[in-house]
């Protein structure tokens, strides 16, 4: 169940429906819009050097420690910002995920919401879809005739993929 929460970004109300969860922002994960938020106004620009500082790696081999929540301190520029700590953390259990697969002329995207849960009972740890959608793109005809190949299936709201 969601609940309302009021907030003030750039003098402007806004009230935001929340999933039950936590509320806090994992600065490891968010996107650059989020970071932008979270900084001083004039202090915007460097959301997007968190994001360059979280993504440094050497052969593929990441170059930070992200573990610690004043990470971004590190980052040249914030080491004198302070973000609210009741506001952010560096774990999550709410992930979005995207999948692309392409086979001939035809590219499905899945996109989900998952929620990660530990059973109380085994201590195991399990992943629960809380929302997912499929999207096909046909990337061109090839048929001589300029009809529709047969392998290719129409994609409309809610077609499930055996449709």
């Known amino acids: 169940m969601a609940e309302t929460k009021q907030a003030v970004l750039a003098g402007r109300k806004l009230f935001i429906a929340i999933p039950a969860y936590d509320g806090k922002i994992n600065i490891n994960t968010a996107e650059l819009p989020v970071l932008r938020a979270f900084l001083p106004a004039e202090s915007g620009e460097l959301a997007e050097a968190i994001v360059d500082y979280r993504l440094q790696a050497d052969n ?35 992930f979005r995920i995207r999948s ?9 995207t899945v996109n989900a919401v998952v929620r990660r849960e530990k059973s109380p009972a085994t201590g195991r740890w399990h992943c629960k879809v809380l ?33």
Not at 132 to 157: A, C, F, L
């Open 100 to 108: 692309t697969g392409n086979f001939r002329e035809v590219q499905t």
């Open 60 to 94: 593929e081999t990441f170059l930070h420690d992200l573990s610690s929540a004043d990470w971004y301190k590190a980052v040249p520029g914030l080491a004198g910002i302070a973000l609210a700590p009741q506001l952010i953390t560096v774990t999550s259990d709410l």
């Open 131 to 163: 929302s997912w959608r499929i999207n096909w793109h046909i990337k061109s005809w090839i048929s001589t005739d300029h009809r529709r190949p047969e392998h290719v299936r129409e994609s409309r709201p809610g077609m499930q993929p055996n449709e």
